[in-house]
């Protein structure tokens, strides 16, 4: 009976999540929650627009990771920032400037998500990763960089393969989750 009642509850708190998740096209369109081809997701609640990985080689490959950079500090072009589509200057500056040219999904204001941002996209429940796979397919089991520096040589990047978040030399390479907000 106790699993009974834990499974429903899990369930109903996944239809509220959901609720406030909608799919997005490149063109801005909203989409039906089945649609699996997306490029972004409207966040109802937060009032946030995420970014949606795919697997193509493209600008938005899941695949690809970056060094964290901001122009002043980190590293722009590093030992670990040959993991993007490009091949050179794979940092989260050059990643947000490339989304923004693109206007994906009609935004012009992509940037890195603070913490406490990306946290919001945590989901926790018996999943391997902690994310609506639904919406955000093609997560990685490694961490995403934020926004937020310890100091100059480290950021706050967050893992969705268990949560919470975590420090990281700004050298090392993570993958990105770019945020916009809605307008």
């Known amino acids: 009976m106790h699993k009974i009642i834990v499974f429903l509850v899990l369930f109903i708190y ?10 997005v096209s ?14 972004c997701v409207l966040d109802q609640q937060s009032k946030l627009v ?25 590293v722009s072009n590093g030992d670990y920032s040959h993991h993007c589509h490009w091949g050179k200057n794979c940092n989260t500056q050059a ?25 919001t996209l945590l989901l926790y429940g018996d999943n391997d990763l902690l994310i609506n796979l639904l919406f955000f397919p093609n997560t990685k089991r ?27 030399d700004k050298s090392f390479d993570a993958y990105i989750r770019a945020v916009s907000n809605a307008y």
């Open 14 to 23: 996944a239809l509220i999540i959901n609720a406030q998740l909608i799919k």
């Open 26 to 39: 490149e063109r801005e369109n909203i989409l039906k929650s089945e649609v699996k081809d997306h490029r």
């Open 50 to 74: 995420w970014e949606v990985k795919l697997n193509d080689k493209g600008l938005q490959d899941a695949n690809s990771s970056y060094t964290w950079f901001d122009g002043q500090s980190g």
């Open 95 to 119: 990643y947000i400037n490339a989304l923004n040219i693109v206007k994906l999904c009609k935004q012009n204001t992509w940037r890195l998500p603070s913490e406490s941002e990306l946290r």
């Open 142 to 168: 490694k961490s995403y960089w934020s926004a937020d520096e310890q100091d100059t040589n480290i950021a706050i990047d967050v893992p969705f393969f268990y949560g919470g978040s975590k420090s990281s």
